[in-house]
């Protein structure tokens, strides 16, 4: 950050791969890898109390080393030490979680924290199955109608039957129904899943599916 003519100037790292908007990650570790760099970023935030409110595939970029970093900061908030509500309707409604589309769900309330984590976990399951993961005759451009009633009133989606037990047990946890019942981003970094033997090692490198034309 400097300042130029009058002018306050950030300059911002350069992800050159982009964003992992329309990619599909067929390798689990190479999964794990990213759903670990995203967890650590998400649990920063959280820890400052910090709330991102937009989670989804194109607000997370990646560059040529593998690196994932969180982007566009632009409705997350700030929470104080009593937990602001923080129950507006900005953000992307398909990555929205149940209670924060439907107030009448949870009483009314809505945890924040536990808000981004419904969203990772279906970015997380989306960048696996390579589309949006709420039926396949339902996109993430859906009518408003349309997604609620799938994202609030059908079972949450899952893995196919041919992930791994690890994975489905790690989709598992970020997408209940129940708030209160999402593991925290701290505690989802122990989930074997990420926190596993298998990961200790690096992933290979991989091609990157690229986005459908």
């Not at 599909?24 to 760099?37: G, K, P, T, W």
């Not at 937990?83 to 398909?94: K, L, Q, R, Y």
């Amino acid at each position: 950050m400097y300042e130029q003519a009058g002018e306050l100037q950030i300059l911002l790292e350069y992800m050159d791969g982009g964003s992992l908007e329309g990619r599909r990650i067929a390798s689990e570790a190479f999964l794990a890898d990213v759903a670990r760099q995203v967890l650590s970023g998400i649990a920063y935030l959280h820890r400052r109390h910090i709330v991102h409110r937009d989670i989804k595939p194109s607000n997370l970029l990646i560059d040529s080393g593998r690196r994932v970093k969180i982007a566009d900061f632009g409705v997350g908030r700030i929470l104080n030490q009593t937990m602001d509500p923080c129950n507006s309707s900005v953000g992307t409604i398909a990555y929205m979680s149940p209670e924060r589309i439907n107030t009448d769900l949870n009483d009314g309330a809505y945890d924040g924290y536990a808000g981004d984590i419904w969203s990772f976990g279906l970015s997380i399951l989306e960048f696996y199955m390579g589309r949006f993961p709420l039926g396949e005759n339902l996109g993430k451009q859906g009518d408003w109608a349309a997604l609620m009633c799938a994202i609030c009133y059908s079972d949450s989606p899952a893995p196919p039957p041919n992930a791994s037990p690890e994975f489905k047990s790690f989709i598992s946890c970020c997408l209940q129904k129940n708030p209160a019942r999402r593991p925290s981003a701290a505690q989802l970094l122990q989930h074997r899943f990420v926190a596993g033997p298998q990961q200790q090692q690096q992933p290979q490198p991989q091609p990157l599916a690229p986005p459908p034309s």
